[in-house]
């Protein structure tokens, strides 16, 4: 996804989405098509495809999320987390919301809409993988696409990245915890070893692959770590639909089949989004925090660091799953609604600091 690296000696970035970011619902739109069609097309190859698995994992998708995740995680700069006290009310938002409230209300609404509500018009023997699907949400929050949020609504870009940097390194600790904890209340069975391995393949081994590449390409002015991640980003973004095309090809036939599916499951994922925004940027205001920081504090909640989220699906349940199909819809819905919440935060300003008591 992209994003800019905001560390010392960097240009900072520009308050501007991408084209292809702003764009990106409608490639996973296409992309979707294309997986379906291709999956019917060529049914033997992506059976072939789908077999080719070590320890669980399906090693295509398994390149294709490290090649999405690694040129992202390297625009963190975990010595931002040496900042973290300047605005440690703002932090403290981030934390209770992304930690406290995220994972846990995600499961609410996730067994509210499709456990009950949607039930009688969903595949009863999937509904559990689906709403494991939306944990896996739940407990990844955002991390590139912040900056990008940040960005817009004019955020302070210091807060930003060292919310980021200490919301990664809190996770590398705590996702693992979380989903199983999570599954386990609700009811899903998640062998330990299965979502340690995740946890190592899909968190920590980039993590230290892109902090290394980070280290040996972050000298001088910062101009070639700034080349070199701009020169890779099309390839993160081309990763990420390619797996799309894999997982619609991979289950094309139930997608076609029941194509209402996918609306049913953006609805809990969209009320999380917009429930988890509005407690974080109430509670900045409530307790005084700048607008600048209230902005990407309140949105890196909002938003969901979905790579995570597909890999540990695609690793914890298979490709075939519903929990795949959860977290794939998580990505098609992320931009239109983020865009929205970033306008509110920009439409709002002007009430946000009237009732917000500014602190030294």
């Known amino acids: 996804m992209t994003a800019h690296d905001n560390s010392a000696g960097a240009d900072e970035p520009s308050p501007h989405i991408s084209f292809f970011d702003k764009w ?115 407990a990844a929050p955002c991390t590139a696409m912040v900056f990008v949020w940040s960005n817009l609504t004019r955020g302070d870009p210091a807060f930003t990245l060292s919310q980021v940097a200490l919301n990664d390194a809190i996770m590398i600790v705590l996702f693992a915890p979380i989903v199983a904890l999570l599954l386990g209340v609700s009811a899903i069975t998640v062998p330990w070893e299965t979502l340690f391995i995740s946890v190592i393949l899909f968190i920590v081994v980039p993590v230290v692959i892109a902090q290394l590449l980070r280290h040996a390409l972050n000298g001088g002015d910062g101009s070639k770590l700034a080349a070199f991640t701009d020169a890779v980003q099309p390839m993160s973004i081309s990763a990420l639909l390619l797996t799309v095309v894999l997982l619609f090809a991979f289950q094309g036939g139930q997608i076609v089949a029941q194509p209402v599916i996918i609306a049913l499951i953006a609805v809990p994922i969209l009320m999380q989004t917009v429930f988890i925004f509005g407690f974080a940027y109430w509670l900045n205001r409530r307790v005084g925090e700048a607008h600048c920081i209230a902005g990407p504090s309140a949105l890196i909640g909002a938003s969901n660091f979905f790579e995570l989220a597909v890999a540990t699906a695609i690793s914890l349940f298979g490709i075939h799953s519903g929990a795949a199909l959860a977290t794939v819809v998580g990505v098609l819905i992320e931009v239109p609604v983020m865009l929205a919440l970033v306008g509110v935060v920009n439409r709002s300003k002007v009430w946000y600091d009237t009732g917000a008591t500014q602190k030294a």
């Open 24 to 138: 990106l619902t409608a490639w996973v739109a296409l992309s979707i098509v294309g997986g379906i069609v291709l999956g019917k097309l060529f049914p033997g190859l992506f059976s072939a495809l789908s077999a080719i698995e070590f320890a669980k994992v399906n090693l295509p998708v398994a390149v294709l999320i490290w090649l999405m995740i690694i040129p992202m995680l390297m625009k963190i700069d975990f010595t931002a987390m040496r900042q973290v006290g300047n605005h440690w009310r703002g932090i403290s938002v981030t934390l209770l919301a992304n930690w406290a409230v995220k994972p846990f209300s995600m499961v609410v609404f996730g067994w509210l809409f499709l456990g009950w509500l949607f039930r009688p018009f969903l595949p009863v023997d999937q509904i559990d993988s689906y709403i494991a699907g939306l944990i896996l949400l739940g």
